[in-house]
């Protein structure tokens, strides 16, 4: 079936530090691929998505491409601030059920 | 206006007692869901309803009943709470099936605790 791995967290940078989040996938056909972030106490909110290979998402300063050669959708900002401090998420739409499939999550913390 | 609303954001109950938990959106949607969130922050789906018809069911228990009285509001009923249900229910809206690509916009979560 279909599945997301992201890395494992927590993630401790600097502010004005560069952020990747991995992000892969396993599915069949051309899923739609997602991050959502979670603020503490808050639900999930979209940064970005991408519908189609070689598509990038871009949203707040950060970034992903659809890469489905290698099956991935990295997360990257090149300066990380305090306020990037959340949970987040990768996820993946591959059916016309709306099922969202979500990754495990990491914890991003960012310190003066 | 919030969006997608639920209520009541914090749950605290006993074991084997019945509850239920609300969720509105007023964005005009078609198709809502419930997600569970344990306490490692992983998600996943339980139910989703388009224009009021259970579309997804994923092998959760029957103790848990969603309720669509219309296509704005999703419910969801639990009947005979186990500890393993302590957990953050999250509703969520799409503007509908279609499209796959649809965002979902997410409720602030209920934060269910059973003693």
């Known amino acids: 079936g279909n599945s997301v791995t992201q890395m494992e967290g927590p993630v401790t940078l600097s502010e004005e530090a560069f952020l990747t989040i991995n992000c892969t996938y396993t599915a069949t056909g051309y899923p739609s691929l997602f991050w959502y972030v979670q603020y503490p106490g808050e639900g999930l909110q979209l940064l970005l998505k991408a519908t189609k290979a070689d598509d990038k998402g871009s949203n707040k300063g950060f970034e992903a491409t659809y890469r489905k050669e290698t099956t991935s959708f990295h997360l990257e900002k090149g300066s990380v601030q305090v306020s990037d401090s959340a949970v987040y998420f990768c996820a993946l739409s591959g059916s016309n059920t709306g099922k969202l499939i979500f990754g495990q999550g990491t914890t991003l913390q960012v310190k003066p | 206006d919030t969006a997608v609303s639920q209520t009541p954001k914090y749950l605290v109950t006993q074991m084997g007692n019945d509850k239920s938990i609300k969720c509105e959106q007023n964005l005009g949607h078609d198709t809502m869901y419930w997600y569970k969130q344990d306490s490692k922050k992983f998600l996943k789906i339980m139910f989703s309803?388009?224009?009021?018809?259970?579309?997804i069911n994923e092998t959760v228990p029957n103790r848990f009943s969603p309720k669509s009285p219309d296509k704005a509001h999703l419910n969801l009923h639990i009947n005979s709470l186990e500890l393993g249900d302590s957990a953050v229910y999250f509703c969520?809206?799409?503007?509908?099936?279609?499209?796959?690509?649809?965002?979902?916009?997410f409720g602030p979560g209920t934060r269910l605790t059973v003693l």
């Open positions: 309803y388009n224009n009021k018809e259970l579309i």
């Open positions: 969520a809206s799409s503007q509908s099936l279609a499209a796959p690509y649809n965002e979902q916009f």
